[in-house]
């Protein structure tokens, strides 16, 4: 987080935003504190209903989308670090991110439309359903279910198994959390059935 | 990788208290963003809204021509098993409509909560052409954010969690 704020302010460019949406069920009570810490001054989304997840079909954080002027998505659904991370960051994405503010359309980052359109996931029936099943999860937490919260949550785990953003945010239910024990053996049953943790980052693809 | 193993937030596991969902003998839907409680409805398997419920919840109105949302009508015709009448009182059948438009939904009907996910069609064509999709999510200042406001600069939408 403090290094996207360090970005930001380095580029200091009034035609270019970040929007920042943190995906937690848990609010404005676990997410403000890390948008505080960093300082942050972009625009800032405690997004409880992955609502940005949804509309852009992310399954996974950190991932994100450069837009350009004219409202065009220029690279999509990457893991996105802005720098070197155990779960497969690298130093590469943050100066290419600079490179397209800096020059827009010129930048040898942005990619045409149809590698853009080949990269946004489809969603089945049940991945959608899957989308209703969490935002009634999250529901019944808002009113104190913790039962039915579970049993959404899950049903919504069940329909998008892709998912990583319901698997882990499942696990914040559970005492170990959403990087134990569980979350190392899922991840390992995920990638073994030939998925990807994240789509990797191919910079020269145009 | 041991320094990003954290136990998330065992206070918050069930943080809130438990309470009343909505008036009795109300329902509620959800439907893209928004929590529509409805006082007037036949809920069981299915769920019976008024036609203002309608508007109300997916912006929907019944004409002559049929069920319309802006220029798009889906006729339903005389004898539309959507339709019933009780009364002076005009019911259409929610969750019928959806298994019709093929939108996917998930209802507790013990609690009597109904949660529509979105019409595939119109899903699909969000991201034609490579152009973002429109969203609408408040800020933590509780300022509306689209993405159609930022049109003329360029954005990085960005994800994370602290999970």
Not at chain 1, 138 to 166: C, I, Q
Not at chain 2, 96 to 119: C, I, K, M
Not at chain 2, 120 to 134: C, L, V
């Amino acid at each position: 987080m403090p290094v996207w704020q360090h970005i930001y302010e380095e580029l200091n460019d009034p035609n270019f935003v970040i929007i920042s949406a943190a995906q937690d069920t848990g609010g404005e009570a676990v997410a403000g504190p890390i948008f505080d810490a960093a300082n942050a001054t972009y625009v800032q989304i405690v997004d409880v209903n992955h609502t940005i997840s949804s509309a852009f079909n992310f399954i996974n954080v950190p991932a994100a989308a450069w837009v350009d002027e004219t409202g065009k998505i220029v690279r999509i659904d990457e893991g996105t670090y802005a720098k070197t991370h155990p779960f497969g960051g690298n130093d590469i994405y943050a100066p290419a991110l600079k490179d397209w503010v800096k020059n827009g359309e010129n930048s040898e980052y942005v990619q045409a439309a149809a590698t853009v359109t080949k990269n946004i996931r489809t969603q089945s029936f049940d991945e959608l359903k899957a989308e209703a099943a969490f935002r009634l999860g999250n529901f019944f937490r808002e009113y104190g279910y913790a039962d039915k919260t579970e049993h959404y949550w899950e049903m919504a785990k069940d329909l998008n198994p892709g998912s990583v953003n319901y698997i882990r945010q499942n696990l914040t239910l559970s005492a170990e959390g959403s990087a134990g024990e569980s979350f190392m053996k899922m991840i390992g049953e995920y990638v073994g059935q030939g998925r990807d943790y994240y789509r990797p980052l191919d910079l020269s693809e145009k | 990788m041991a320094e990003e193993v954290r136990m998330a937030y065992p206070d918050l596991r069930h943080p809130f208290e438990k309470k009343p969902i909505h008036r009795e003998g109300s329902a509620t839907v959800l439907y893209a963003g928004k929590v529509i409680e409805i006082d007037r409805a036949v809920a069981s398997e299915s769920l019976w809204v008024t036609p203002e419920d309608l508007a109300r919840i997916n912006g929907f109105e019944l004409k002559p021509e049929g069920a319309c949302f802006e220029a798009l009508c889906f006729p339903l015709g005389s004898g539309s098993k959507l339709l019933k009448e009780e009364g002076d009182q005009q019911w259409f059948d929610l969750v019928g409509f959806a298994e019709w438009l093929e939108q996917p939904y998930v209802a507790d009907v013990e609690n009597r909560v109904w949660s529509f996910g979105e019409v595939p069609a119109k899903r699909e064509g969000m991201m034609a052409n490579a152009m973002a999709p429109e969203f609408e999510v408040l800020d933590r200042q509780s300022n509306v954010v689209r993405m159609s406001d930022y049109k003329g600069k360029k954005a990085l939408i960005i994800t994370w969690s602290s999970w």
